[in-house]
Antibody
Framework: QLQVQESGPELVKPSETLSLTCTVS??????????WGWVRQPPGKGLEWIGS??????????YYNPSLKRRLAISVETSKNQFSLRLASVTAADTAVYYC???????????????????WGQGTLVTVSS | QSALTQPASVSGSPGQSITISCPES?????????VSWYQQHPGKAPQLLIY???RRPSGVSDRFSGSKSGNTASLTISGLLAEDEADYYC?????????FGTGTKVTVL
């Protein structure tokens, strides 16, 4: 059974880069083309899609929330069976529980649409503060 | 991209059925054919309940069902149980991004 687990610093200073890793267990991240994604949830608030990556080889496409695109990078590290998130120039508004998840995408024969997420990691609270 | 507007709260008694609505953000294109629904208990990660409007992942109870009418998607919980008390989020597409709903707190009376 596939499981994912987030790891990384719980406290990040303003203007620095937030880096998180998601470790995949129960399956090889490179065995089957798959989507992998990140979602965050500020304390007491709703969910926000951060971005997703499609791994089918060394340079899979990435899909980023336009509001975060300028600061965001998502990548896969197949040797460690992990994928990662890097969010630059963070502010207090980036304080949230960050979730990683296996993802999939709803597609027709001509176009792809929304991402869905299943299963999810337990989440990790990242606080941006000096 | 704004969050999809869901009712803040819905309540029901054990055994009853309740429905949570999720209006589409845009009427221009039928992005709501791919709505997903998630359940989130306090302090826990969300869990996928429904995708593509009405499909259930394996292991999800058939008490949860999804539908769509016009530009509004809906999640119905039948035979309400105490364990169904949680937050529920819809998710859809806005043309450039996946967006979640504002969330609905379900209370079992």
């Amino acid at each position: 059974q596939l499981q994912v687990q987030e790891s990384g610093p719980e406290l990040v200073k303003p203007s620095e880069t937030l880096s998180l890793t998601c470790t995949v267990s129960g399956a090889s991240i490179s065995s089957t083309p798959s989507y992998w994604g990140w979602v965050r949830q500020p304390p007491g608030k709703g969910l926000e899609w951060i971005g997703s990556i499609y791994y089918s080889g060394p340079s899979g496409p990435t899909y980023y929330n336009p509001s975060l695109k300028r600061r965001l990078a998502i990548s896969v590290e197949t040797s460690k069976n992990q994928f990662s998130l890097r969010l630059a120039s963070v502010t207090a508004a980036d304080t949230a529980v960050y979730y990683c998840a296996q993802s999939d995408r709803s597609c027709t024969t001509t176009r792809c649409y929304t991402f869905r997420f299943d299963p999810w990691g337990q989440g990790t609270l990242v606080t941006v503060s000096s | 991209q704004s969050a999809l507007t869901q009712p803040a709260s819905v309540s029901g008694s054990p055994g009853q059925s309740i429905t949570i609505s999720c209006p589409e953000s845009s009427s221009d294109v039928d992005y709501h054919d791919f709505v997903s629904w998630y359940q989130q208990h306090p302090g826990k990660a969300p869990q996928l309940l429904i995708y593509d409007v009405s499909r259930r992942p394996s292991g999800v109870s058939d008490r949860f069902s999804g539908s769509k009418s016009g530009n509004t998607a809906s999640l119905t919980i039948s035979g309400l149980l105490a364990e169904d008390e949680a937050d529920y989020y819809c998710s859809s597409y806005t043309g450039s991004t996946t967006v979640f709903g504002t969330g609905t707190k379900v209370t079992v009376l």
